[in-house]
């Protein structure tokens, strides 16, 4: 079993809809998370980062933690087609290797 | 603003071929990462380098190398290419230290061994 497990999808959302994207983990020593953004054949570039649990909003995103439950979301408000695009969450631990562990990504398509 | 830079970007090899990935950022990253990327597999950690002067395995090390030049450079070396390492390779680099882990990524390196 992966340490983080995330659905491919694809997922697709009319223009102006909210989006919901979650992993789940099984390490409890991740205490870092993160949520990428990759547009097809570029590197992945950073959305949000939170530390352990809670919430964090940027702009239409909002990014989830909840370290009870070992699961992480990422919301997308008033979606646009400019956001179709593989989002991958990542985390890491405190502790030891701090190297990011990566969902394998959900592929979101917006339609205009 | 550069940030981290991978050469070549596409590259065909011979099964048996060796070559070397070439990586640099010009962030004062003290941390760097070699990536592999496949389809339905995600990123998976190949090799990294968590300051100037370590390296160490990460999931997936079998048939590959490292160096780590200096603190801007970290490169990937395929000494006998199989078919099995054809992938899109990417190179990161995040601050290092306890709080810093968010990486920030090349635009990769598409290889196919043939």
């Known amino acids: 079993q992966k340490e983080v497990e995330q659905d491919p999808g694809p997922l697709s959302v009319p223009e102006g809809a909210i989006v919901s994207l979650n992993c789940t983990y099984s390490?409890?020593?991740?205490?870092?998370f993160m949520w990428y953004r990759q547009y097809s054949r570029k590197g992945p570039e950073l959305l949000m980062y939170t530390y352990s649990s809670g919430n964090k909003e940027d702009g239409r995103f909002t990014a989830q933690v909840d370290k009870s439950s070992k699961y992480i979301s990422l919301f997308i408000r008033d979606s646009q087609p400019s956001d179709s695009a593989t989002y991958l969450c990542a985390m890491s631990a405190a502790t030891g290797r701090r190297a990011l562990t990566f969902g394998s990504g959900t592929r979101l398509q917006v339609q205009p | 603003n550069a940030g981290v830079t991978q050469t070549p970007k596409f590259q065909v090899l011979k099964t048996g071929q060796s070559m070397t990935l070439q990586c640099a950022q010009d962030?004062?990253?003290?941390?760097m990462y070699w990536y592999r990327q496949d389809p339905g597999m995600g990123l998976r950690l190949i090799y990294y380098s968590a300051s100037e002067g370590t390296t160490d395995k990460g999931e997936v090390p079998n048939g590959y190398n490292v160096s780590r030049l200096n603190k801007r450079e970290f490169s990937l070396r395929l000494e006998s290419a199989a078919p099995s390492q054809t992938s899109v390779y990417f190179c990161?680099?995040?601050?290092?230290?306890?709080?810093?882990?968010?990486?920030?990524f090349g635009q990769g390196t598409r290889l196919t061994v043939v």
């Open positions: 390490n409890s020593a991740f205490q870092y």
């Open positions: 990161a680099s995040s601050v290092g230290g306890a709080e810093n882990t968010e990486a920030f």
């Open positions: 962030m004062n990253h003290n941390s």
